[in-house]
């Protein structure tokens, strides 16, 4: 059974959604006295975390305020964004894409370095020592200055663990990646499933921001999904989250990559598309050269666009099929909304409304609370976004997390 979220936790996230805000706006937000506002506040501030911000020109005459009837300047708190830094990285069958963020989760820079799929994992390690690096020296920034580090990699991961049970990334399964990266770096380092990542970015940035209960599904190379419930992120048992993309939408279909057949990912993901317009297109020339067919799906989604309706006729198929499969995950979960997101909308109508209208149809006719579907193209930010999340999820849980040597005296910028 989790713990249940701490006072600390509960101000710091307070504070980050609605910042600047005052404390006794955060005690009505977060359901604390305001005398265990004061103290956790006092703490924070001591640590660097956060700062004062006496708002100008205002003597008190704010409604919202508690001390206004008292005169006194409101005073506002906000995150101290340059408290600390997070990483992430996010591996994909052609790119790695390395991003660093303040304490606020806002990307500082981005550096994207050539990666191909199925490498050894001590390979793999390496080059995301060498971007993580080149990475920090482009931003300028000390890595003293680092709360912790998360890699995005798509497949079966256990976050807790450290394990990647399989990826399309590594030429083998099995791979305890977690202690692979904790021997390259002298801060805190994590791996998490790329959607799960996608997820968490939603949840404190994004279409989730407001919400406690929704799905997220990627489409990309691979179709992933992330769950967030009761304001948690849902990961399954033995940490792996919901498999979305290898729920079966037709028994004995077409060939997944996964091994089997028929899998939701077998019909709507970039290379499903692929494979029915390209003649020599094969799962094994794909992952042996994914750069040149990400190529291939930017010039045939290009094609569609302009008017050639045999290929947008692809992509409308895609995205019935999608449609119906998250169709059946409505049925199932029945949550608020349902965020679509990932390099597969670059498609637009020509997948999204087929998928829509497809969903619409196996509605459940005695459900009058219709699930919002909505379509939400992110840049590559997305993961460096759901790193932050991730990682500052945890300083803001553990009471006693350090902050950065010398950040405390940090002024807010």
């Not at 997070?86 to 591996?91: E, R």
């Not at 599904?217 to 691979?222: D, P």
């Not at 899998?263 to 094994?284: G, K, M, N, T």
Request: a negative charge; hydrophobic letters at 40%; proline letters at 5%.
């Amino acid at each position: 059974m989790e713990k249940p979220l701490s006072g600390r936790f509960r101000v710091l996230d307070s504070i980050r959604r609605g910042g600047p805000i005052s404390r006794v706006e955060i005690a009505d937000a977060c359901g604390l006295s305001r005398s265990a506002v004061t103290g956790v506040v006092q703490a924070l501030q001591n640590e660097g975390w956060i700062a004062e911000l006496p708002e100008s020109g205002n003597n008190g005459t704010n409604g919202t305020n508690g001390d206004s009837h008292r005169g006194r300047p409101r005073v506002n708190l906000d995150m101290n964004p340059a408290a600390a830094h997070v990483l992430g990285v996010k591996l994909s069958l052609h790119r790695m894409s390395v991003a660093v963020t303040d304490f606020r989760g806002d990307v500082l820079h981005t550096t994207t370095l050539p990666f191909n799929g199925s490498q050894h994992p001590d390979i793999a390690a390496d080059m995301i020592e060498v971007g993580v690096r080149r990475c920090l020296i482009e931003a300028k920034i000390d890595k003293s200055r680092v709360l912790g580090l998360c890699v995005a990699i798509p497949g079966y991961i256990n976050n807790l663990e450290g394990m990647c049970y399989w990826s399309p990334i590594f030429d083998r399964d099995d791979v305890a990646f977690g202690p692979l990266l904790a021997e390259r770096f002298p801060f805190p380092t994590s791996i998490e499933n790329d959607a799960n990542m996608v997820t968490l970015a939603e949840h404190w940035f994004g279409e989730g921001r407001n919400l406690s209960n929704f799905a997220v599904v990627t489409v990309e190379h691979g179709i992933g999904m992330g769950l967030v419930t009761h304001d948690r992120l849902y990961r399954g048992h033995n940490g792996i989250g919901p498999e979305f993309g290898h729920a079966k939408i037709e028994f004995s279909g077409r060939a997944c990559r996964c091994g089997q057949l028929g899998c939701v990912e077998a019909y709507a993901s970039d290379y499903a598309i692929l494979r029915q317009v390209l003649p020599h297109f094969s799962l094994d020339s794909y992952s042996q050269d994914p750069k040149a067919y990400h190529v291939e799906i930017e010039r045939i989604t290009a094609e569609a666009k302009a008017g050639d309706q045999s290929l947008a006729g692809e992509f409308a198929k895609a995205g019935r099929i999608l449609g119906r499969a998250i169709g059946n995950l409505i049925a199932t979960l029945n949550p608020p909304k349902v965020i679509v997101t990932g390099e597969g909308l670059r498609a637009g109508d020509m997948l999204f409304e087929p998928l829509v209208a497809e969903a619409r149809k196996l509605q459940l006719a005695g459900n009058r609370f219709e699930t919002d579907i909505v379509a939400h193209l992110w840049g590559d930010d997305v993961w460096a976004r759901g790193a932050a999340a991730l990682v500052l999820q945890q300083a803001y849980m553990d009471p006693g997390a350090p902050i950065v040597e010398q950040a405390g005296n940090q002024a807010i910028v």
